[in-house]
């Protein structure tokens, strides 16, 4: 076998080891269901760096990630994890980028951003970010970070008014078009879960026909979500409220770019981002979404968050502070 000159290698890039190269950990942004994960994702995704991965993972993370998500959402901590899992998302992550770069991928994305204002075409693939949002990580945020111990998370938080309107029309969305009954299991800080056989649920609540369960959930993912991002460093996690990315999307924008630190060269990218209002198109009905609720709700329902809240002072104290910082 004949060995090419160091001079030659170079040339032919014919080296026995590829350079090592440090990539980038994947980002993660979650947030109880109605809460804005999609339009903040869809507007931070304009970024060269930042390439959101799939919709949610849903499939994913249930096949490969050891997380149940899909139909029975587990809750999941540090415990759970294990290299396997990390190796699995990893790769996952790393053959989602490198479909992103062909031809087919390119137009995919420029219809996107012709017809729907998201995304971008063209990214910086040698500085790139996956970008995973999944409101099914609100109880997996432990087994997450332990996956990608540098990874950073993004919560978002809706007002429970808000969150519960919303959360109440998708609902009956589902049950009256796929015969859905949202229930939560007997399970330690169990997520919202799914099933159109009634007969598998007994014994627990579920919607349509508990209202209270919708702002019961609201305070146990927020709260859970807070308590277990005490346990990561502070530049590893954001809080953002829903309403201010809503009232307030350039300062609330800057204010995530500038928790991530990205590549100084893209500082133009930020201040155009930033300056370029999204339209709040709501997936699941059409209005003013910081005031529509109070017409989406009725008396009882309204009644009925407001017990929850009265019934859960501390833990509204806490979650007021976090999105108000």
Request: positive net charge; aromatic residues 12%; charged residues 25%.
């Amino acid at each position: 076998m004949i060995k090419l000159n160091p001079f030659l290698r170079r040339v032919f890039k014919t080296y026995g080891e590829p350079a090592p190269k440090e990539y980038n950990m994947p980002l993660f942004v979650t947030g109880c269901m109605r809460s804005g994960t999609t339009l903040l994702v869809d507007k931070l995704s304009t970024h060269p760096q930042l390439l959101k991965i799939g919709v949610e993972l849903n499939d994913v993370w249930t096949k490969i990630g050891g997380a149940s998500i899909k139909g029975h959402c587990d809750y999941k901590n540090a415990t759970d994890a294990s290299g396997y899992y990390t190796y699995q998302m990893t790769n996952y992550f790393s053959d989602f980028i490198h479909e992103s770069k062909t031809l087919k991928r390119h137009l995919m994305r420029a219809n996107s951003r012709l017809n729907y204002k998201t995304g971008r075409v063209f990214y910086d693939w040698p500085n790139i970010i996956p970008v995973n949002k999944s409101p099914h990580l609100m109880n997996k945020i432990g087994y997450v970070r332990s996956l990608f111990p540098q990874s950073k998370f993004i919560i978002i938080i809706r007002d429970i008014y808000g969150h519960s309107a919303s959360m109440k029309h998708h609902f009956l969305k589902l049950h009256r078009t796929k015969s859905l009954l949202y229930y939560v299991p007997n399970e330690k800080h169990a997520c919202w879960s799914n099933t159109s056989n009634k007969n598998t649920i007994t014994g627990v609540k579920y919607y349509p026909e508990n209202f209270e369960l919708i702002p019961e959930m609201w305070f146990k993912l927020n709260i859970l979500a807070l308590e277990t991002v005490k346990t990561l460093a502070e530049e590893q996690v954001l809080i953002v409220s829903y309403e201010n990315l809503v009232n307030d999307q350039e300062n609330t924008i800057k204010r995530i770019f500038q928790f991530l630190k990205l590549d100084e060269k893209h500082e133009h990218h930020i201040e155009k981002i930033a300056k370029s209002k999204v339209n709040i198109i709501n997936a699941t009905t059409k209005g003013e979404p910081l005031e529509k609720w109070k017409k989406q709700l009725t008396t009882e329902e309204k009644e009925s968050v407001k017990r929850t809240i009265s019934k859960n002072k501390e833990y509204y104290k806490i979650i007021s502070e976090a999105i108000s910082i």
